[in-house]
């Protein structure tokens, strides 16, 4: 394992022209200390030609396999092989400005030596966090909660302390999400920090897409690792019934009803499965 500032790990699967434009992002960083470990998660060899591509423009990538494709267990195959002392996971499909490892490393190197690093997420988070640092205090009750993970940057120790990402949790699995919440969640409850960076910014398409019977299936499979969440770190009641109403209760405020509130019911139907199935699995 060869040590290096930064380790990137970059799970993908059936992806080629938005991954080549993540890879062509990094190439372009102006901080150089950092490897890329593509997890791949293809059944066949379609990303060879791009991983060459990249290596050819001077990028430092480690490839490794990894089957069955799940989101949180890639992360965590490639977390076995990382060597950088901060860790990253970027999408297949976002990009990074050439200056945001740079950002990141000096808020890293800052006198309070934060153990994490949220970036700045420009399409879908122009206003930035609420707050300048995430505490259990606020998060427990799901203020300034979710975080995305391509925006999240920790140290290796956090992984040390506090372990790898919940494999149970996340896209394509029962438990649709949640998967980043946890990791952040179990971090600031053993008393690690985690700062607001707007000076790093990364790039993600924000898509809206409409309100149809597959789109509802994928909401309610999302919502299910809101659920799983609560049961999971025993968030209090309140938080929980707020949580279960919200969705629901939304679009008759907003005026917004028929296809905004079938989508706030699968969303809250969603929570309820992934809190009674997430008790369930715990008895």
Request: glycine letters at 8%; charged letters at 20%; one cysteine or more.
């Amino acid at each position: 394992m060869n040590h290096t500032a930064f380790s990137l790990i970059l799970a993908t699967v059936n992806r080629t022209a938005e991954l080549e434009q993540m890879l062509r992002s990094l190439a372009a960083q102006t901080f150089k200390d950092f490897e890329v470990i593509v997890v791949d998660q293809n059944i066949d060899d379609r990303l060879q030609p791009y991983v060459e591509k990249a290596r050819l423009s001077g990028l430092k990538i480690i490839r490794i396999r990894h089957q069955p494709a799940n989101l949180s267990a890639a992360r965590n195959a490639g977390l076995h092989v990382a060597g950088g002392d901060m860790i990253g996971f970027p999408d297949d499909d976002c990009w990074y400005e050439p200056d945001l490892l740079m950002q990141v490393m000096t808020r890293f190197s800052a006198s309070d030596a934060p153990d994490g690093v949220s970036a700045r997420w420009m399409e879908e988070n122009h206003s930035g966090l609420k707050a300048g640092q995430l505490t259990w205090e606020r998060s427990k009750v799901f203020r300034d909660i979710p975080v995305a993970s391509i925006t999240l940057f920790f140290r290796r120790i956090v992984f040390d302390k506090v372990g790898n990402f919940d494999a149970r949790l996340g896209s394509g699995l029962w438990f649709g999400s949640g998967e980043e919440t946890d990791l952040v969640l179990r971090t600031l409850h053993a008393g690690m920090r985690i700062v607001y960076e707007p000076a790093a910014q990364v790039h993600h398409p924000a898509q809206k897409p409409a309100i149809n019977s597959h789109s509802l299936v994928a909401a309610r499979s999302r919502a299910r690792g809101t659920g799983a969440l609560w049961a999971k770190h025993k968030l209090p009641k309140w938080v929980i019934f707020r949580g279960l109403i919200a969705p629901v209760m939304r679009p008759f405020l907003q005026g917004s009803l028929g296809a905004e509130l079938a989508h706030g019911y699968a969303e809250a139907t969603g929570r309820l499965d992934g809190l009674l199935g997430w008790q369930r699995i715990q008895s």
